[in-house]
């Protein structure tokens, strides 16, 4: 049977305590989801559910690229980073929780799918308690690459979502439209100096200001 054009045949579920336990349960079986992230919303599966990432990567139609980890609390970030550098120590105590993404070495258990063989993870703590007790009900990490497929724009709500991927998400968590224009700032840590990858809704100038102001090497 023929799809109507903009059917949506994901389960949309509000964002509430069964609908958590719900998530829990797609993340826990190695099931994909959408959810609200801060920034936009974000596929949902277990960082080190090697068959999840890799339907991940299928589902966005990508390659080779990271895919970015959201944490409910900072010491979730102590399973993924091997070493925090000082420069990753700096940024996160004064710019965590908020929209920035900090790459650091990865523990070696951490899947290639999730560092594309770049031996990094890119890691961040949101700024919205919401989203904090999302990721927090579905173990404390979640992958929080766009919802969208690769050349498409992020969607912005759980509908757009849905839409996008059709029936190939288990769910799709409705947080609310998104409240930010801009993905995450990320920062690469690793190097002696602080390296911009990603402009974005931390402005690399409010980095800067940090780095200068504690004396820190700026970027490379």
């Not at 120590?89 to 290639?112: C, D, F, I, N, Q």
């Not at 759980?158 to 224009?181: H, K, M, N, T, W």
Request: hydrophobic letters at 40%; a negative charge; proline letters at 7%.
């Amino acid at each position: 049977m023929r799809r109507a054009r903009g059917e949506v045949l994901t389960t949309i579920l509000p964002d509430d305590a069964e609908s958590r336990a719900r998530a829990a349960r797609v993340v826990a079986s190695g099931g994909l989801l959408a959810f609200r992230t801060d920034t936009f919303y974000g596929l949902g599966a277990d960082p080190f559910d090697r068959d999840a990432l890799n339907e991940l990567n299928e589902l966005k139609g990508r390659d080779s690229k990271p895919v970015l980890l959201v944490i409910s609390d900072l010491p979730a970030a102590d399973r993924f980073v091997r070493f925090a550098s000082p420069l990753f120590k700096l940024l996160a105590e004064r710019h965590w929780p908020g929209p920035l993404t900090l790459v650091a070495e990865a523990h070696a258990e951490v899947p290639s799918e999730v560092t594309a063989g770049t031996g990094t993870i890119g890691v961040r703590l949101p700024d919205d308690e919401e989203v904090r007790g999302f990721v927090r009900a579905c173990g404390g990490a979640l992958t929080a690459t766009s919802a969208n497929p690769a050349g498409e724009p992020p969607a912005r709500t759980a509908r757009e979502a849905a839409r996008y991927f059709q029936d190939r998400l288990e769910l799709v968590i409705d947080g609310g439209p998104a409240r930010s224009e801009l993905p995450s700032t990320v920062i690469d840590t690793t190097g002696r100096t602080a390296r911009l990858i990603r402009e974005g809704a931390l402005p690399s100038e409010v980095v800067r200001r940090t780095l200068v102001a504690a004396g820190a090497d700026l970027f490379a």
